[in-house]
Nanobody, 114 residues
Framework: VQLVESGGGLVQPGGSLRLSCAAS????????MSWSRQTPGNQREFVAR???????KYADSVLGRFTISRDNAKNTVYLQMSSLKPEDTAVYYC?????????WGQGTQVTVSS
């Protein structure tokens, strides 16, 4: 599986963005898909996860503002981000996990600034 993120950009505080992560491969439905983010000089941090069974989990910092979803017919996972804050500025990465293996996308920059 290969992952390609898109949808990042510049948005004002309080605004919204939707990130997409398109996956190649025929077993996408089996993957646990997640989003993480990273700022310069800091470790990559967990943002949200969507299991193959449909359960979701969020970091406390984004709970109630971000929503992760997936469309298995399109092999795509989404991250809908609302009420964005300057501290959400980061490179956002998509990750797929299955059977002990993991794969990461190349990342997409999200900048929240007025």
């Amino acid at each position: 599986v290969q992952l390609v993120e898109s949808g990042g950009g510049l948005v004002q505080p309080g605004g919204s963005l939707r990130l997409s992560c398109a996956a190649s491969g025929s077993i996408f439905t089996l993957y646990i898909m997640s989003w993480s983010r990273q700022t310069p000089g800091n470790q990559r941090e967990f943002v949200a996860r969507h299991t193959s069974g449909g359960s979701t989990k969020y970091a406390d910092s984004v709970l109630g503002r971000f929503t992760i979803s997936r469309d298995n017919a399109k092999n795509t996972v989404y991250l809908q981000m609302s009420s964005l804050k300057p501290e959400d500025t980061a490179v956002y990465y998509c990750r797929g996990e299955y059977d002990g293996d993991e794969v990461w996308g190349q990342g997409t920059q999200v900048t929240v600034s007025s």
